[in-house]
């Protein structure tokens, strides 16, 4: 039986995910399931987004889920057991106009 604890972790700051994942790890010892359901979205002309906010998005929708998988992976892989789900937005399949996904 374990406490709940909250950690907070803002998936988009790929400089902490490592110390959040073994902050997990060290806490629970092992993630059963990793479920990745970040998604961060913008709404406007693509001209005028700046690229910095491009950069934040593909952080939070792409490099920040992936970075945090590859950092639990190893642990499941050890333990010969575990579930990783992706989830993703409707947006994947289908373009919406003025908006970044």
């Known amino acids: 039986t374990y406490?709940?604890?909250?950690?907070?972790?803002?998936?988009?700051?790929?400089?902490c995910i490592?110390?959040?994942?073994?902050?997990?790890?060290?806490?629970?010892g092992c993630v059963d399931v990793l479920i990745n359901n970040a998604s961060m979205k913008v709404k406007g002309a693509v001209q005028s987004i700046s690229l910095e906010l491009d950069k934040k998005i593909m952080?939070?929708?792409?490099?920040?889920p992936i970075t945090l998988t590859k950092a639990i992976l190893p642990n499941m892989i050890s333990r010969r057991t575990g579930q990783i789900v992706l989830i993703n937005s409707i947006q994947g399949k289908i373009g919406i106009p003025f908006r970044a996904a």
């Open 3 to 15: 406490t709940p604890k909250l950690i907070l972790l803002d998936i988009s700051d790929i400089d």
């Open 18 to 28: 490592q110390d959040v994942a073994r902050e997990i790890l060290d806490c629970y």
């Open 59 to 64: 952080d939070a929708n792409y490099f920040g």
